[in-house]
Structures are given as structure tokens and as C-alpha cells.
T-cell receptor
Framework: GIQVEQSPPDLILQEGANSTLRCNFS?????LQWFHQNPWGQLINLFYIPSGTKQNGRLSATTVATERYSLLYISSSQTTDSGVYFCAGQNTGGFKTIFGAGTRLFVKA | GAVVSQHPSRVICKSGTSVKIECRSLDFQATTMFWYRQFPKQSLMLMAT?????????EQGVEKDKFLINHASLTLSTLTVTSAHPEDSSFYIC??????????????FGPGTRLTVL
């Protein structure tokens, strides 16, 4: 079955709007991370967040490990935020990183 | 810090030829490197995990004779696509891990290599 599930699959925002991206993960996945893949394909680490809340500028993330979900908040979105946001986790007991299908974000000017 | 480079960034080749992609950690030593493949509008799929000085561990369904991985030093891993065919066309991404804990440590990603096989 699906171990890392993201929603929504696609999102279009007007510049300045806020959004929340969700990641559900199964019991066999831990050590959540969020990545941003820009339109040129480069992946950037956003957060390593196995639990709790972290903030970095306009972005913040919260993981509730006991309920197997993580949220990525984007505030005051900018056109440069466009791209694909992936959450990924590690297989419990293994050494494999499993990526979700991603949320494709487009921010309109 | 923690910069990973890939070369080439883009390659077009004829069917039947072999293509080598290099992944380098520029400012740190990477005990473990990972190779992913990404088809258009899809997620990243792990192909193999390579540790310096030992044989790579391939994921199920990835042909080890087709995708040769060499991790000769702590800063360099190579992926060779042998006898490439059009279905091998994809975006190949490597990542490198800082610590000895493997993927439990943060992975830093290269910019990717877009392979097109004609």
C-alpha cells in the first residue's frame, strides 16, 4: 500500500495567499522531511521534522507522529514558491527514503 | 556547505550507447550516496544506495547490470546506463548523506541529469 500520501496533488495560488500541504504516512515510515523541487529539477531540503514544529521564514512545518501526518504551511506565497513539494520518510528498520507523489504548486503573479 | 554536483546536466545519446553520470559531494565526505530516477510529473524512485568501497544495494526491479554504480571515493559516485534505450530516458538525481548513519541523516541532492535516448 501507499506509505507516504500527499494532498492536494495540485494547487494554484494567487501571490500573497497562504496554503497548507498535507502528508500522511504509514506506521512503517519515520523521520519526515519536506523538500521543494524547483522548475529546473533541483531539490532543496526544507525541513527535517520527525515531530514537532519548525519555522523558516514564510515556511513552517508540523509533524504529529502519533497521528501519522505532517503539514507544511506556506504564508504570503510568492511566484518563486512554485514547483513541487515532496514529503519523504525513512523506512523503519531500513535505510530507504520513500517519497510521496508530491504537491505541484503554481503561484500566479 | 553540503553542495552536491552532477555531470552532465543533460545528455542526448543514441540507442545502444552507454552513458556515465557523475555525482560529487563538493565540500563534504559522503559515506553514502543514493541514485534516484524521476519520470515526468512523477515522484522520485530510489534506484540504489551506494557506500564507498562496497557494492551498491539495488532496489527491487532495478537491473544491476543495466545501471552500474561505482562509489570509488568519499566524494564521487558514478552511474553508468549501459546499452541505453529510449525507455531509459528520464531525470536521474543523486543525493549524498553527511553522516555514517546513512539515510537517517539529511540527504543533499544534486541538480539532476536529464537523459534522452533517441
Amino acid at each position: 500500500g501507499i506509505q507516504v500520501e500527499q494532498s492536494p496533488p495540485d494547487l494554484i495560488l494567487q501571490e500573497g495567499a497562504n496554503s497548507t500541504l498535507r502528508c500522511n504516512f504509514s506506521d512503517s515510515v519515520n523521520n519526515l522531511q519536506w523538500f521543494h523541487q524547483n522548475p529546473w529539477g533541483q531539490l532543496i531540503n526544507l525541513f527535517y521534522i520527525p515531530s514537532g514544529t519548525k519555522q523558516n521564514g514564510r515556511l513552517s512545518a508540523t509533524t504529529v507522529a502519533t497521528e501519522r501526518y505532517s503539514l507544511l504551511y506556506i504564508s504570503s506565497s510568492q511566484t518563486t514558491d512554485s514547483g513541487v513539494y515532496f514529503c519523504a520518510g525513512q523506512n523503519t528498520g531500513g535505510f530507504k527514503t520513500i517519497f510521496g507523489a508530491g504537491t505541484r504548486l503554481f503561484v500566479k503573479a | 556547505g553540503a553542495v552536491v554536483s552532477q555531470h552532465p546536466s543533460r545528455v542526448i545519446c543514441k540507442s545502444g550507447t552507454s552513458v556515465k553520470i557523475e555525482c560529487r559531494s563538493l565540500d563534504f565526505q559522503a559515506t553514502t550516496m543514493f541514485w534516484y530516477r524521476q519520470f515526468p510529473k512523477q515522484s522520485l524512485m530510489l534506484m540504489a544506495t551506494s557506500n564507498e568501497g562496497s557494492k551498491a544495494t539495488y532496489e527491487q526491479g532495478v537491473e544491476k547490470d543495466k545501471f552500474l554504480i561505482n562509489h570509488a571515493s568519499l566524494t564521487l559516485s558514478t552511474l553508468t546506463v549501459t546499452s541505453a534505450h529510449p525507455e531509459d530516458s528520464s531525470f536521474y538525481i543523486c543525493s549524498a548523506s553527511l553522516g555514517l548513519a546513512g539515510p537517517r541523516d539529511t540527504q543533499y541532492f544534486g541538480p539532476g541529469t536529464r537523459l534522452t535516448v533517441l
